[in-house]
């Protein structure tokens, strides 16, 4: 079985400050991961994956295989950041197939 | 290019009824994936087509059921409606490699479902 926790539901920091959002996953094989983000009023879309190992806005994300982790970073918050974030697993869903299993969310907020 | 979209936006059903619900894949995606989220839950993988079968299913009943047509937008199905049926459910199209991963899903945005 495949699972992603994010233990905060809620992430609150002012601008400029680090933030971190963890991000733990159970999976017996290989995983590929992803976080995605959704802002007020869009939809859901993907901020980073790990195996591109790029940083997009600023921020990154590195698996951590021994912590089962691929907890997402940024050093310098901005307002713009404020949004729900998920953390989410790509694998096996039975014979070939994939599916994503996804957390249930921090929503981060940025304060001025 | 045209992005994915889903219809319609909002939906008010009562116990016992049938929905459906449709989903328009993005130009070049072969694969739709549905998803179901409930208030304050992350999406929860119902099951995903590619070329118009069944590709893989999460744990939902039957009464949840899907079709995908020739040019890959689908459709979810659900019978017997229950009040633990209403969430926002979400579609996912992408690219399916031959060896089986899955390129970037790209979500529409969604149909409220109520189920009163």
């Known amino acids: 079985a495949q699972r992603v926790t994010q233990p905060e539901k809620l992430l609150s920091v002012f601008k400029g400050a680090p933030v971190e959002l963890k991000c733990n996953y159970s999976y017996s094989g290989s995983p590929e991961l992803f976080w995605y983000v959704q802002y007020s009023r869009q939809r859901l879309q993907l901020l980073l994956r790990h195996i591109s190992r790029e940083s997009i806005k600023g921020f990154t994300a590195d698996l951590n295989k021994g912590e089962t982790s691929f907890h997402l970073k940024k050093p310098f918050a901005q307002e713009e950041d404020s949004a729900m974030y998920y953390c989410a697993l790509e694998g096996m869903s039975g014979g070939s197939n994939y599916k994503l299993t996804f957390g249930k969310g921090t929503l981060l907020t940025v304060n001025p | 290019e045209t992005g994915v979209t889903q219809s319609p936006t909002h939906l008010i059903k009562t116990r016992g009824q049938q929905v459906t619900l449709r989903c328009s894949s993005q130009?070049?995606?072969?694969?739709v994936s549905w998803y179901q989220q409930a208030l304050g839950q992350g999406p929860q993988f119902i099951f995903q087509?590619?070329?118009?079968?069944?590709?893989g299913r999460g744990n939902f009943p039957p009464r949840f059921s899907g079709l995908q047509f020739p040019n890959y937008s689908s459709e979810l199905n659900v019978n017997a409606l229950e009040l633990d049926d209403s969430a926002l459910y979400l579609c996912?199209?992408?690219?399916?490699?031959?060896?089986?991963?899955?390129?970037?899903?790209?979500f529409g945005p969604g149909t409220r479902l109520t189920v009163l």
């Open positions: 087509y590619y070329r118009e079968e069944e590709n």
């Open positions: 996912a199209s992408s690219s399916l490699f031959s060896g089986g991963a899955l390129n970037e899903q790209f």
């Open positions: 130009s070049g995606h072969n694969t």
